[in-house]
């Protein structure tokens, strides 16, 4: 897929888009000069002049229009934007498969788990009446129970966009002691964000009782950061213009969301990224490559779906790669719990099948294959990832 080719083809249309559109705001406005210029001949100075002559000044307008062609210039530069668009299709036409069953693999899928992963994939994003939509018509109505949770989430969401932390706190309250095998702080960040706006109101007995009642039991493990809330008390009302602003700063507001969303899909046992949303990331990663497999394949007569490892690598990048894989580097096989990796005294790593091979027994010492130094079988450690 030449990304470069249809990168040019685009900034070709874009540029041409460009170019017309000032062509065209340059014809309208000089039309509408042109035009101004002839009502303002025919409104009369004063009552005592000359008839105007409308007809002549009219007639005039007329030729100069026709000389600027307005229509003629618009014609030819939608004609010549019309073919830039009609190479740009015809290059994505060329390089995109339209056609990508090629890269379905023959797997059987659970409905009903997928059913499920949709739902709850609604649900989390806040479309609840789609979501009910969904479960209806998929005749799914268990999942519905997925709903209830998310609908919690949202609603303190809603609160929070309304400076209102009250059911954050109520709901990490409730949460705290699963919060902190989370070694999650939420509880502490939401109690800092009510004490600041208190203060900021001016508040400064008020903020003092709640710090009291609140952000004391957090002082043995959080001593600096409530020595510095404790600081700001000496500037109730202007903590603006205080070396303490940066806790007014809005930034705190969206990342308190963003903690609450994590910390709650968390103790819901989920991801804090919606599953869908991955797989389908993940899956427009590796489309380009199963796609030119499958071709490569078919132009071999062989049916690459029935393979149980695929014979060429999958690039997902990191951010895709959840849990560690081992290749042993001689038989270019991945680890299992059959074939685990093992460490050897040299400090190289290869596995189990691959040192039963080398060793042929279990007292004979053989050669590591990447450094001089020999092992025996039973020195050799297993790895668990």
């Not at 470069?4 to 888009?17: E, W």
Request: hydrophobic residues 40%; glycine residues 4%; aromatic residues 8%.
């Amino acid at each position: 897929m030449e990304l470069s080719t249809l990168k040019d083809a685009f900034d070709k249309v874009a540029k041409r888009q460009k170019l017309s559109s000032s062509t065209y705001q340059e014809l309208v406005e000089q039309v509408g000069l042109e035009i101004e210029h002839a009502l303002v001949k025919m409104e009369p100075a004063d009552a005592d002049t000359v008839p105007i002559d409308h007809k002549c000044i009219l007639r005039e307008l007329r030729n100069k229009l026709k000389e600027m062609a307005p229509l003629n210039h618009f014609e030819v530069s939608q004609k010549e934007l019309n073919v830039g668009l009609s190479k740009c299709a015809r290059s994505l036409e060329k390089n995109f498969t339209s056609d990508i069953c090629k890269a379905y693999g023959n797997m059987n899928f659970d409905v009903h788990v997928v059913n499920q992963v949709i739902a709850c994939h609604l649900y989390r994003q806040g479309l609840f009446d789609i979501g009910d939509c969904f479960v209806h018509e998929a005749h799914e109505p268990d999942t519905v129970t997925l709903k209830s949770p998310f609908l919690d989430m949202y609603r303190i969401f809603e609160a929070i966009k309304s400076r209102d932390l009250g059911p954050a706190i109520a709901w990490a309250s409730v949460q705290s002691k699963r919060l902190l095998k989370n070694s999650s702080i939420l509880e502490l960040k939401l109690h800092q964000l009510q004490f600041v706006e208190i203060l900021q109101k001016g508040d400064r007995e008020e903020a003092l009782k709640y710090a009291r009642t609140y952000l004391a039991p957090f002082a043995s493990l959080h001593k600096f950061e409530i020595q510095k809330l404790m600081a700001c008390l000496l500037w109730a009302g202007k903590l603006e213009k205080s070396p303490y602003a940066e806790f007014m700063s809005p930034t705190h507001w969206d990342r308190i969301i963003d903690e609450v969303s994590q910390q709650f899909c968390s103790l819901l046992g989920q991801s804090h990224e919606s599953p869908l949303n991955v797989v389908i990331a993940a899956g427009i990663q590796g489309l380009p490559t199963l796609l030119k497999l499958a071709s490569v394949m078919a132009a071999k007569k062989q049916e690459w779906q029935v393979m149980k490892q695929l014979p060429v690598p999958v690039d997902l990048g990191r951010e895709f790669q959840f849990h560690s894989v081992f290749v042993c580097p001689v038989l270019r096989e991945q680890g299992s719990e059959e074939n685990p990796p093992m460490l050897m005294p040299c400090g190289h790593v290869l596995s189990k099948q691959s040192i039963v091979k080398l060793s042929k027994s279990s007292t004979r010492a053989f050669k590591c294959p990447y450094c001089p130094l020999e092992s025996t079988l039973p020195q050799c450690k297993q790895l668990y990832f």
